[in-house]
């Protein structure tokens, strides 16, 4: 069971709670407790057992807490009864559909749980059945399709290739490199993007040279 208010430090409770119900197999019940009446809805989209507004009485909270010891019963009887598990939603799927963008990337390495703040990531890039995250430090794995992060961080990040996504404030600009002629989604005249903090260039596809262009040349 987690007890959990709206406004917390890095993370807002709402989007913890998709958090929880995206990596693990039996989430734990969540209660949500809060000054805010405004996210009620929001709240039970993500599966909560109750919302209680502070100041909370006693009485409240306990029954809270017992109707949420009955909603783990028998979501622990009916997994048991269940041959097959229900898929999971898709990582991104979550948070879009609430109208949420997340603040974090939660990543599992080496049987632990990191918070990447959005903002700190340069790039995203697809690579067979995962997908590498870059930020200025290192590069991290996460487990999600690249269309499913565009359409959801479509207005922080732009894509420059067919297998790339890359932060807007990242892009300083744009230089040539060396024409590859044996790649034909490449710009013709080789364009990459010029990364902010990182030397690593980026390849631009020639679908997406305009908007690139465009964007670069807006803000000169």
């Known amino acids: 069971m987690v007890l959990l208010d709206i406004q917390m430090p890095g993370m807002n409770g709402i989007e913890l709670a998709a958090h929880l119900a995206r990596h693990m197999a039996q989430p734990p019940a969540v209660i949500f407790i809060t000054a805010f009446d405004a996210f009620a809805l929001k709240a039970f989209e993500v599966h909560a057992v109750d919302y209680l507004l502070k100041p909370v009485r006693a009485a409240k909270l306990a029954e809270a807490i017992r109707r949420a010891a009955l909603v783990q ?27 949420l963008q997340r603040a974090n990337f939660a990543i599992q390495e080496r049987g ?52 790339t996504l890359v932060a807007r404030q990242a892009i300083s600009g744009v230089e040539r490199g060396q024409l590859d002629l044996s790649d034909p989604d490449k710009a013709q005249e080789s364009w990459q993007v010029i990364l902010r903090d990182i030397d690593e260039r980026l390849p631009i596809s020639r679908r997406q040279w305009p908007v690139i262009k465009a964007l670069v040349s807006s803000r000169s």
């Open 73 to 99: 019963a028998g979501r622990s009887a009916q997994s048991a009864a269940e041959a097959v598990p229900a898929p999971a939603p898709a990582p991104a799927a979550v948070a879009t559909a609430l109208g």
């Open 112 to 163: 632990r749980l990191l918070l990447v703040p959005v903002a700190d990531v340069l790039y995203l890039r697809a690579e067979l059945k995962y997908v590498t995250l870059r930020t200025r430090a290192r590069e991290y794995v996460i487990e999600e399709s690249l269309l499913s992060l565009e359409q959801e961080l479509g207005e922080r990040f732009v894509r420059v290739h067919r297998n």
